[in-house]
């Protein structure tokens, strides 16, 4: 029997036409919200020509949108790999068998998964300045919120992927000789990655769109250039927010398909894997069947 159809039992004639009344009526209302927003914002006269002409425009990209998304994808991507590393290294201290290590690392996350990131950007351009005696960047004020908030979630990702993990594995990892280093970094982080990769995403996606956050402090990303200065300039507000929307739509969707490749090609790997195994375990069987076959017939008496 397989997994689909112990987790999910198929619908019956009843059930399936009540499931394609329900998507009927779900396309028509959404399909009449969709079109009640275009009514009202075609009242308005946000669809003039006047208003989406400028992106037809060379300049408009080059001076605004370009700038802005690019600075965007530099946040979002460092912000990434810091939260990753953050993340992993708070649920290995979380982990930890050493109280003295794990109380600290349990309260980092919850504080930093409590304060609003919003708050916490601005404190570090504004506040962290009068602690260290030197100014902070626009971006590094940025990407330390995205990482201290991010990484306090992302760590509540890992620990529940580590322990989710068969124990057994563990065991036999400390019964060859393996150190609880060893063990974490080839075994257990590994595979919750793996196991936990839809939440990491989700995660991931999240940290791109909270670059818009930075406005607060004046960084140059997508929502500040792209949007209010294009929209200061131009006179298009709602135009230049719907078109980077749909920028930030695109990207978000491109992350998403990278990472269902990614998963795609990790359980094929896996599944590649356990057929190596199986076969392995299949030759050594019949290698020491024949073995024994052959030792018993060499030890036959002769008559």
């Avoid at 402090?217 to 131009?234: F, H, M, S, T, W």
Wanted: proline residues 4%; charged residues 15%; glycine residues 10%.
């Amino acid at each position: 029997m397989s997994t689909n159809s112990v987790l999910y039992d198929h619908p019956g004639p009843r059930a399936r036409v009540r499931n394609a009344v329900l998507t009927v009526v779900f396309g028509v209302a959404l399909a009449g919200l969709l079109w009640w927003v275009y009514a009202k914002f075609d009242e308005a006269g946000q669809w003039e020509g006047a208003l989406w002409k400028p992106f037809t425009e060379t300049a408009t990209w080059t001076q605004f949108i370009w700038p802005g998304l690019r600075a965007t994808l530099w946040a979002a991507a460092v912000g990434m790999v810091l939260s990753l590393t953050f993340g992993i290294v708070l649920a290995v201290g979380r982990l930890s068998e050493r109280r003295w290590v794990s109380i600290p690392a349990g309260a980092l996350v919850e504080f930093f998964r409590a304060v609003p990131l919003l708050i916490m950007i601005f404190f570090v351009f504004y506040g962290v300045p009068f602690l260290i005696q030197a100014p902070v960047t626009a971006f590094w004020a940025v990407v330390i919120g995205l990482t201290l908030y991010n990484g306090s979630v992302l760590a509540e990702a890992f620990r529940a992927g580590i322990r989710s993990l068969p124990g057994g594995q563990s065991e036999a990892a400390y019964a060859i000789g393996m150190r609880k280093s060893q063990v974490m970094q080839l075994i257990l982080i590994p595979q919750a990655a793996r196991a936990m990769l839809p939440v990491i995403v989700s995660q991931l996606v999240v940290l791109l769109k909270d670059t818009a956050l930075g406005y607060i402090v004046a960084y140059p990303e997508l929502l500040q250039r792209g949007v209010n200065d294009l929209a200061a300039n131009k006179g298009n507000i709602v135009a230049a927010a719907i078109v980077a929307a749909a920028i930030y739509i695109v990207i978000n969707s491109l992350l998403t398909a990278l990472a269902n490749w990614l998963d795609r090609r990790s359980q094929r790997r896996g599944i590649r894997a356990q057929r190596r195994v199986a076969t392995g375990a299949d030759r050594a069987a019949g290698t020491a069947g024949t073995a024994g076959t052959a030792g018993a017939i060499v030890g036959e008496p002769q008559g």
